[in-house]
């Protein structure tokens, strides 16, 4: 096993503490609406979701550089460039995440200056770390740049998925600068906040999702690298030809001019697009192989990622990026609803896929099955679903009671959130949060043990 | 042209991006004009000197800010390097008690406490008046950031985040600033039930 493999299996166990961690302070941040006295005057309801969402974002962050890490040698023939300044930064990123944490969770707030911005909180949603992480983050990508940039030069060769991935890495390092400055005006700061969320969560991240799904799909299918760069290709062209104008999307009420309202509609309701490519794409593989695989869990998450990603992204996306739903829907739990369905099946379910190809390796497992997977398939994504639909009523509530018949003020606000239908949804919302818990748990578990039940694995074996 | 050549679809993701990029970039231009403070839709900073209302505007099909005759912040007039050095320190101290993990302003944000878009012209704040002793609105919204525990709103209680009463002069300034940009009718129906009444 190359070098860089062994370092991508340790981002995937961080990826995966890290959503253990995401998982628990959601679970924290879903009571809170239950209960608004829980842990009040310790840890207010803000720490709570600066640690959800942070750690949301690290840990697919780990997940995809754990996956480039393991494909990388493999797809061109070496050892990863400058591996051994990776195997350190390695290190340096888990102590700042948990510096970071610790920090946000005995401190919580500085006052009013700059210095409050560099070391303890930076108050912007999604880039709330302080900026010496921010930059350490910086670092790292830098590195992680040089690392695919570097492998491709000494090798002397690069295919057309590495092309691809190195040309990515380059707008994600530039567009997440825009984490540092503190801009005044709510306005422009918004403004450039959001190049930094769409263009990476809209864009740059799916291009990324895209490339380590297509080397997936080749270790797990076999499919034919021709075939998988021409859809890599289709889909590349489609998001960015839809994404980057649906940026428009998030323009509709910041203060920018009502031009915003046509484009940024327009491009965003066409955005499901290539995520329907997707779709058509997994399904024709799947069906190809007849649905069979050595490792059926990760064939498992990627459909469910492809699955996920036209639904959870493309149809709740749609469903509230016409800026007439927009107005009424725009900061409700609707949005909640759309945003847990869209990370869970664009991204998470992804990575789950490539960590379950990565342990077929690692363990030397002929065949990857058994029935904990299926148990914690079943709950994660029965919980995460059955979270969304719980959201969807809420949020429709809000757009409602909150903003169409009440217009909007504090007093709107609140009954809004008194409102039986709103309260209900958010019990059931937290009671799907505990079954998808279980099911994080469950994966942990088949995680650690699996090649380690061995009569479990030869039964499954003997079945096929 | 081959359908099934990959190259041909490199050539269209290529050129689909450079086409969207330039677009982006000249819409970006005119776009960080019109939301400069000054620019057609975003106000001077110099705005919390005045009046600022939230009225229907029947060419535009919504509610548009109004801004009025002088009504100067907690009193006293601010030249233009003092109101912006007010809103600079409220924008501050926003970032720094990461407002917008509870709230959301322009409706981007937290979903747990109310949005702030309009806060500044929310009728509420007459009530919160008598319950504070405040004389004015302003005078209403310093105290109850100053400590919001002792105000509380329902059954969920604004933490005290150690606000003080320079910085709570300063997020008010702001929150008026920011009651006085052109959302494109964002918070919609904002305030109308009641004016209907």
Redesign the interface.
Known sequence: MYRSQTLAVKYFSAAIALFGVMTITGLIAAYYYINPDFLFGILPFSIAKILHINTLVIWLLMGFMGSIYWFLPGELGRETAGIWAAEILFYVFCAAVAVVAVVLIVFQYGGSNEAALWLINQGRKYVEAPRWAALGIVVIMVVFAYNVIGTAIAARKTTGIITVLMIDLIPLILLYLIAFPAISNMSADLFWWWWLVHLWVEATWEVLIGCIMALALMQLLGTSRRIVETWLYIEVALVLGTGILGLGHHYFWIGTPSYWLTIGGFFSALEPLPLLGMVVHAVYDAGAQHMKTTNRPALYWMMAEAFGNFIGAGVWGFMITLPQVNLYAHGTQWTVSHGHFAFWGAYSCGVISVLYLVLQRTRNLAIVDGSLWKWSFAALNLGLVGMTGALLVSGFVQAFVERAIGGSTLDAFISGQENAWFIDGMVARFLLAIVFTAGYVVLVWDVLTLGRRAPAVAAAAAAQ | MDF???AF??A??IS??AV??I??IM??I???S????GG???PTYTVINQHIDYKFDSN?GFDVPVIGGAEPLFGKALDETAA?AL????????????????H?????????A??L???WL???WGGWQAVTGADTREGAMVKFLMDPEQYR?????M?N??VTEP?AR?LVGYLKW?SA??????????????KRQ
């Open positions: 099934d050549d990959p679809w490199r269209g993701a689909t991006i969207m990029s677009v982006l819409l970006t005119d776009s960080l019109a939301i400069s403070p057609s839709h975003v535009r912006a809103i600079d320190h409220g924008k501050m101290v926003i970032q720094s008690r990461a407002c917008i993990d509870c959301t302003f322009f409706g981007n944000g937290a979903y747990y109310p949005d878009t309009k806060a929310d009728p509420a709103t329902w059954t969920r209680t933490p985040l150690g910085e300063a920011m940009v052109d959302t494109n009718g964002f918070p919609p129906n904002f305030n109308q039930i009641e």
